[in-house]
């Protein structure tokens, strides 16, 4: 088996760890635009975001692509074959806890990604909603406490104003 290719995969693994450190800053930085409503600031994280999201796929990718050249060259690996099953047929025990590191270490940190995700997203959810209120309230807009046949809210608009051209 070539030790090339498993070096290959410890680097691309520990690019994949970088990002996703990457990607935790990124979402506190996001999280504290969400709260503090600074939209120049947030629109700055989105767009380092989306560089960030391109190049975590074409880890992946690299990642992927690896894994498939290791299935050719040991038939034991099988596409759905686990990481676990990877670990035990490294060449080296040191190759093997470096991955086994590396693999431990980026399931945390994908969870991390995945929790400040859903933080954000609920904090941009609430935002809009407030938002919205308001809009309605300055524009004299009320909603129904029922829902429309489409499943939206029954909007009712008062006017404010008697308006003749």
Not at 10 to 25: P, Q, R, S, T, W
Not at 58 to 73: A, C, T, V
Not at 123 to 150: C, D, F, R, W
Request: aromatic share 4%; net charge positive; proline share 2%.
């Amino acid at each position: 088996m070539d030790i090339s290719m498993w070096q290959n995969l410890l680097d691309v693994f520990g690019k994949i760890n970088v990002a996703y450190d990457k990607a935790i800053e990124l979402g506190e930085r996001k999280h504290k635009a969400l709260v503090t409503i600074d939209m120049d600031d947030l629109a700055k994280i989105l767009d380092e975001e989306q560089l960030l999201t391109a190049k975590i796929q074409k880890l992946e990718k690299q990642r992927g692509d690896l894994l498939i050249n290791l299935s050719k060259s040991e038939p034991t690996i099988k596409l759905d074959s686990k990481m676990e099953d990877l670990f035990n047929l490294a060449p080296m025990r040191a190759v093997e806890e470096r991955l086994k590191n590396l693999h431990k270490n980026l399931t945390k940190k994908v969870e991390q990604t995945i929790m400040l995700r859903d933080n954000n997203q609920i904090l941009a959810q609430s935002a809009l909603n407030a938002v919205k209120y308001h809009l309605n309230k300055i524009g004299g807009a009320t909603v129904e406490p029922t829902y429309g046949s489409g499943g939206n809210d029954i909007v009712t608009h008062k006017k404010k104003f008697d308006f003749k051209a």
